[in-house]
């Protein structure tokens, strides 16, 4: 069954850095997510993507977030300078038309970021 | 704004059902979903109803939807072992790429 993945499965990095977490959605899908859970707390929408362009972000995607999808087959999502509130699970997800217009989306495993 | 609550733990007995429920705010939520998470695992989709419905019944799995007062249940018949894990509630708007905004998870604990 096709699957969304996601790489790496743990990031660790110094506040200040650059990361850049890496997924690879199903591949006949349209749509892009990605989302976060920060421990103890609920899974967030942080932004869609369709067409080569946002559709849709959250108040939480700010400046220092980008995503981007370099080729046929990879989604990124780039946090510019890391702050250590910037630690959490972080989905990506992907969905294609659904029946009647209820877009499914299929997770990833998620990347646990931490930034020290 | 969106807001969906679900109780965070239940525990049954391997064999009894399982009912875990969820209440949401927003009336123009118009599918709402139930997402399973097993350790170290993504958020798989397990079942999910439109909101002009009031029951689906998927195998061991029933969802009850009450318009009226938000609610939505999972009821899982015969739970196993296996059926451990944290259930999410979710809700969507139709249309689109719609973001989905989810509960924060019961985790559920099957006893053998």
């Known amino acids: 069954e096709p699957e969304v993945t996601q790489t790496p499965s743990h990031q660790v990095t110094q506040m200040g850095q650059e990361v850049i977490l890496r997924c690879v959605p199903i591949s006949n899908h349209l749509y892009f997510y990605w989302y976060r859970q920060i421990l103890g707390q609920k899974v967030e929408f942080l932004v869609s993507?369709?067409?080569?362009?946002?559709?849709?972000k959250s108040e939480i995607f700010d400046d220092q977030f980008s995503v981007e999808r370099p080729d046929g087959s990879n989604f990124t999502l780039k946090i510019r300078s890391t702050k250590l509130e910037d630690s959490a699970m972080y989905f990506c997800?992907?969905?294609?038309f659904g029946v009647g217009g209820g877009y499914e989306q299929y997770f990833g495993p998620g990347t646990r970021l931490t930034v020290t | 704004g969106e807001d969906v609550e679900q109780s965070l733990f239940l525990s049954v007995r391997e064999g009894d059902s399982s009912v875990i429920n969820c209440t949401y705010t927003?009336?123009?939520?118009?599918?709402l979903y139930w997402y399973k998470q097993e350790p170290g695992a993504g958020l798989q989709l397990l079942t999910y109803?439109?909101?002009?419905?009031d029951m689906k019944q998927d195998q061991r799995l029933t969802v009850l939807l009450n318009k009226k007062d938000k609610h939505l249940s999972l009821r899982i018949a015969d739970t196993q072992t296996g059926d451990s894990a944290i259930y999410f509630c979710?809700?969507?708007?139709?249309?689109?790429?719609?973001?989905?905004?989810f509960g924060i998870g019961t985790k559920l604990q099957v006893i053998p």
């Open positions: 979710a809700e969507s708007k139709e249309g689109g790429y719609q973001k989905v905004t």
């Open positions: 997800a992907s969905s294609d």
């Open positions: 109803i439109f909101s002009n419905m």
């Open positions: 993507f369709y067409n080569n362009e946002i559709s849709e």
């Open positions: 927003d009336s123009s939520s118009t599918y």
